[in-house]
């Protein structure tokens, strides 16, 4: 048993430290955005399957993409804010619940990537300071489910570092939207033809459309707060 908790705490710590080490290489001013154009489909695509192993049955993980598209930015980046993104999701919904990744590119050209649960949903007070460091809605929770308390600091920085805009619905109770809104000049539409080759040559299951999360007030975290 004590062996057991040991290998849990270390596991614990390597998480943490790593997250530290994305915090400050995400913050220095001598790493300079590596940004190249790649298409969205495949990103999409992969966090979604990380997403389904790390939930391990207990939920329904459903991809809806609307609209294919190309992002100029570091994917590996955007792919670590959009698994925190996921992770959360899995960690706060009960199992049996729903978590949905969207993409889509709205009337302005910008691009959209939301993910909305069925979990427990996030109190009003709370949600201006989900992106501090350590900060945490619910502390016995947090421990239960492994997280770190940086998860959503490492998206606020990724964000940042992009010009991108985050945004959080949530209702308690109800589930929560987290979105990640990129600016249209680091979004391009693809021929819907192109997108659907790329996704069958990556991944053989069809995409699954599934209606929005039920509506909630929608408020901002500060992208400042540190």
Same mark, same amino acid.
């Given at each position: 048993? /004590?062996?057991?908790?040991? =290998? ?13 080490? $994305?915090?400050?290489? @995400? !913050?220095?001013?001598?790493?300079? @955005? ?16 990380? &997403?389904?192993?790390?939930?391990? *049955? %207990? ?12 992002? &100029? ?17 899995? %960690? /706060? ?16 050209? %910008? ?6 649960? $069925? ?5 009003? !007070? ?8 350590? /900060? ?7 421990? +239960?489910? *492994? *997280? $770190? ?7 606020? #920085?990724?964000?940042? %570092?992009?010009?991108? !805009? ?19 000049? #680091?979004?391009?539409?693809?021929? &819907? ?11 053989? +299951?069809?995409?699954?459309? @599934? ?6 007030? &929608?408020?901002?975290?500060? =992208?400042?707060?540190?």
């Amino acid at each position: 048993r /004590y062996l057991g908790l040991m =290998a849990d705490q270390a596991t614990s710590m390597q998480r943490l430290v790593a997250d530290l080490l $994305t915090l400050s290489a @995400l !913050e220095s001013d001598q790493n300079a @955005l590596a940004e190249t154009e790649f298409d969205v489909v495949p990103l999409l695509l992969q966090v979604s399957a990380d &997403a389904k192993a790390l939930s391990a *049955g %207990r939920h329904v993980v459903a991809l809806d993409i609307a609209d294919p598209g190309t992002i &100029a930015g570091s994917r590996d980046e955007l792919s670590s804010a959009f698994g925190n993104l996921l992770s959360n999701a899995i %960690r /706060y919904t009960p199992d049996g619940g729903t978590i949905t990744l969207g993409w889509r590119i709205d009337e302005d050209g %910008r691009g959209v990537f939301s993910v909305a649960d $069925t979990g427990i949903g996030i109190a009003a !007070e709370h949600v201006p300071r989900l992106t501090e460091r350590f /900060y945490r809605v619910d502390r016995s929770r947090s421990r +239960e489910t *492994g *997280g $770190t308390g940086l998860g959503l600091a490492i998206v606020k #920085h990724v964000l940042l %570092r992009h010009q991108a !805009e985050f945004d959080v619905m949530s209702e308690l109770g109800r589930g929560s939207t987290f979105a990640v809104i990129i600016p249209a000049r #680091h979004v391009h539409c693809m021929p &819907a033809n192109s997108a659907s080759d790329n996704a069958s040559a990556s991944h053989p +299951e069809p995409q699954t459309r @599934l209606a929005p999360a039920p509506e909630a007030q &929608a408020q901002s975290p500060s =992208a400042t707060n540190s």
